[in-house]
């Protein structure tokens, strides 16, 4: 239920993030910190209680039996408190660092996994693997640091037990000598005192193994904690279907480290029409299509659809309506129908193939073995880059969205399969209200309009034609971009 839960929490929290946080670290929350918390419950807490139990009643009968001896049996227990509390205080914190690397180790580790492929370009498989070595070192070290200070708890507990009876033997014997006791009696409490100490002793091994995962649940905790940025406010109305009309009212936006994005930028744009955003890195494009599909919200201003503020609107049936391909097109490990399909899961198999066959991906796949059943490895990688952008397409056209974004959908197209990604695109911005983002100026000419942002403000629009009169920053990096295919070819 646990993992559940953080797995569900984890899904509504906001891109800042994932961007913040490597997912081998969070990872290592959902699988090995719930694991050790699980242990924790499972071997431990179960038999915590009837210890307790058994702790009072030994108690009680000593007390009964004589209630001076009682004292002295547990005369040491305040020091041992203590004691244990100290070693508790350094151990927690050096758990604490031992699941930090560890975690710091599946992230390198699920980094290294996933960027095998510039790793072996550059030969630097060697110098990974002695990263990998030291990493896994020091966390060894951190592992038998914490475990050797987790030790000292039961020498500390058996050494309060063989003293405490000492003085329990010092103390009987000088009642025995003045008549308060019988030598039945002290013999009596001495095997009253072992079954005192047994489940202190069982107490203090479930103490031990709480310290020991109490980083665990902290960590899990600390996720738990965190409020998801981006939600559905009380009362949010269902967004209506979509007719198209967007508009950017003073918006402003920047992150949490003071940087200004878009700058008090306003714009409108009617349903069907294609815009194209065109700019240089970090202009502030990709944050634009993120505030209209609200992955973030602005910081002044107001996004616009229909007339209705996104902020206004159930999130879900906002986001339902849209549809978002990247450029670095993420595919599920099932097959090709299936990586469709998730644009509608209700969707047909007809339906799906029909989807295919609009932005042209159904001739690729009659080719493959298995067709459409045919299974994708992870991300696609059995694939070429335009036959999975083709895949993209056809999962957007049968999700069949009202505003339809392609952030640099185009720019690592093959060209043998240029064409039919084009055309493609063609099919699924026809009667959308679109936002298209490429690298490659000549895929937009066509666009309705084309906005040039730079340092977080709109500089220039109009159509290509009228951006290339202008001369402006549309004009010099087109003809750059120009320039350098012609001495590329």
């Given at each position: 239920n646990i993992r559940h839960e953080l797995y569900s929490h984890i899904q509504t929290l906001s891109l800042q993030f994932f961007d913040s946080r490597p997912v081998g670290k969070i990872l290592a929350r959902v699988m090995g910190d719930v694991n050790s918390l699980q242990d924790l419950f499972t071997n431990s807490v179960t038999s915590f209680i009837p210890e307790i139990l058994t702790l009072i009643c030994v108690s009680c009968i000593m007390f009964y039996m004589n209630f001076n001896l009682a004292l002295s049996s547990i005369t040491l227990l305040p020091l041992l408190t203590l004691g244990l509390f100290l070693i508790e205080t350094v151990s927690r914190k050096r758990w604490q660092i031992y699941r930090q690397k560890r975690s710091n180790l599946n992230a390198f580790t699920h980094e290294d996994f996933s960027g095998v492929k510039v790793i072996q370009s550059f030969t630097s498989e060697e110098n990974k693997a002695r990263t990998?070595?030291?990493?896994?070192?020091?966390?060894?070290?951190?592992?038998?640091?914490?475990?050797?200070?987790?030790?000292?708890?039961?020498?500390?507990?058996?050494?309060?037990?063989?003293?405490?009876?000492?003085?329990?033997?010092?103390?009987?014997?000088?009642?025995?000598?003045?008549?308060?006791?019988?030598?039945?009696?002290?013999?009596?409490?001495?095997?009253?005192i072992e079954m005192f100490w047994r489940p202190i002793m069982n107490i203090t091994n479930f103490y031990n193994v709480l310290i020991t995962n109490f980083a665990a649940a902290e960590r899990i905790f600390d996720i738990l904690d965190i409020k998801p940025n981006i939600f559905s406010i009380r009362g949010a109305a269902k967004m209506p279907k979509i007719k198209g009309y967007l508009e950017f009212k003073n918006v402003t936006f920047g992150y949490?480290?003071?940087?200004v994005v878009l700058d008090n930028i306003s714009f409108k744009v009617n349903p069907g029409e294609t815009i194209a955003l065109v700019g240089p890195t970090g202009a502030g494009k990709t944050t634009i299509v993120n505030l209209i599909s609200r992955f973030f919200d602005v910081q002044s201003g107001e996004v616009l659809i229909d007339g209705k503020n996104v902020k206004d609107v159930e999130l879900e049936s906002l986001r339902s309506q849209m549809g978002i391909m990247l450029q670095d097109t993420f595919l599920f490990s099932t097959t090709i129908m299936e990586n469709i399909r998730y644009g509608r899961l209700d969707a047909t198999d007809e339906?799906?193939?029909?989807?295919?066959?609009?932005?042209?991906?159904?001739?690729?796949?009659?080719?493959?073995?298995?067709?459409?059943?045919?299974?994708?490895?992870?991300?696609?990688?059995?694939?070429?880059?335009?036959?999975?952008?083709?895949?993209?397409f056809a999962r957007a056209l049968l999700a069949n969205p009202r505003i339809l974004i392609l952030d640099e959908a185009t720019s690592n197209i093959d060209t043998l399969t240029e064409k039919l990604v084009q055309n493609g695109i063609k099919t699924i911005l026809h009667g959308r209200t679109s936002f298209v983002i490429a690298h490659r100026l000549s895929t937009i000419r066509d666009c309705d309009r084309i906005m040039v942002i730079d340092n977080g403000k709109i500089t220039e629009v109009g159509s290509h034609g009228e951006l290339m009169r202008l001369k402006g920053l549309y004009y010099k990096l087109y003809m750059s971009q120009y320039k350098f295919l012609n001495e590329g070819a």
């Open positions: 990998f070595g030291d990493m896994v070192g020091s966390l060894i070290k951190s592992f038998i640091s914490a475990v050797r200070l987790n030790d000292l708890f039961w020498p500390m507990v058996e050494l309060s037990w063989g003293l405490g009876t000492i003085i329990v033997f010092a103390s009987g014997i000088k009642m025995i000598g003045t008549g308060t006791i019988t030598v039945g009696t002290l013999v009596a409490f001495t095997w009253y949490e480290d003071g940087s339906e799906v193939i029909q989807a295919a066959k609009a932005v042209n991906a159904n001739e690729f796949i009659m080719k493959l073995k298995d067709g459409y059943n045919t299974k994708v490895n992870e991300r696609g990688s059995r694939l070429s880059v335009g036959q999975r952008q083709l895949i993209s």
